[in-house]
């Protein structure tokens, strides 16, 4: 099976582009989750959907970013305009049904390098 | 406000050595509890859940104390193969169905 996919895997772009982050959650499942990793500050959840719909996004750092959820196989997030400090790995993450005790899983992650 | 502490380490130990880590959390509302796995360059992947009365899972050994907000994974026989970093994880009862994860305590293990 499919786990979850995320593009690209890699990008390096320069201050003050757009940059977009695809998503393919597992099929089925009902929640996606969009956590960025820092050295500094670790793995830090930034918003979450149900059913397509974002339920909190009180970890988005700033009005530069943006996601959404089309449909239930595709999530993006949106940085615009980029900045070196958005510089991380950015992880997608999907649950069955988003209950606390259910086993969260990861894609590969896309690294972003904003110079 | 750290959510989630953990001693980052590393922690170098050798082959077949006994290894503990500690993590403790600071909201006491929090009901589930997890360990993840991270390796070099890799997505997170759980390891396993910590139960309440604690847990065995071959040679990882989880505890949960809710009185001190404190939780632990203990490693038997180290492999080699068990360098990388582990996350403790746990659940934000402020925030529907978010985690909150630790920054990962780093396990190197040398033959």
């Known amino acids: 099976d499919a786990g979850v996919i995320q593009s690209p895997r890699h990008e390096v772009t320069e201050m003050g582009q757009e940059v977009t982050l695809r998503c393919k959650p597992i099929s089925g499942h009902d929640y996606l989750f969009w ?3 820092t050295m500094m500050r670790g793995l830090e959840l930034l918003i979450y959907f149900n059913n397509n719909v974002p339920i909190d996004d009180s970890g988005m750092p700033e009005d530069r970013f943006s996601a959404k959820m089309p449909n239930a196989s595709f999530s993006t997030l949106k940085i615009q305009p980029s900045e070196p400090r958005d510089s991380a790995v950015y992880f997608c993450a999907s649950t069955l049904s988003g209950l606390a005790s259910e086993t969260q899983y990861f894609g590969p ?3 972003l390098l904003v110079l | ?6 001693d980052p380490g590393p922690f170098n130990v050798p082959e077949g050595a006994t290894v503990a880590f500690n993590c403790t959390y600071s909201n006491s509302a ?3 509890f997890f360990w993840y ?3 070099c360059r890799k997505e997170p992947k759980l390891l396993m859940s910590v139960y309440s009365s604690g847990n065995e899972d071959g040679r990882f050994t989880a505890q949960l104390n809710r009185a001190s907000q404190y939780i632990s994974l203990l490693i038997r026989d180290s492999k ?3 360098s990388a970093t582990y996350l403790c994880v746990v659940n934000d009862p402020d925030s529907g169905y978010a985690l909150n994860f630790g920054k990962g305590t780093s396990l190197l293990v040398t033959p």
């Open chain 1, 35 to 37: 956590y960025r990793q």
């Open chain 1, 109 to 111: 992650g896309t690294r």
């Open chain 2, 1 to 6: 406000r750290k959510e989630v502490e953990q």
């Open chain 2, 30 to 32: 929090s009901q589930s």
């Open chain 2, 37 to 39: 796995r991270q390796d």
């Open chain 2, 80 to 82: 080699l193969s068990d």
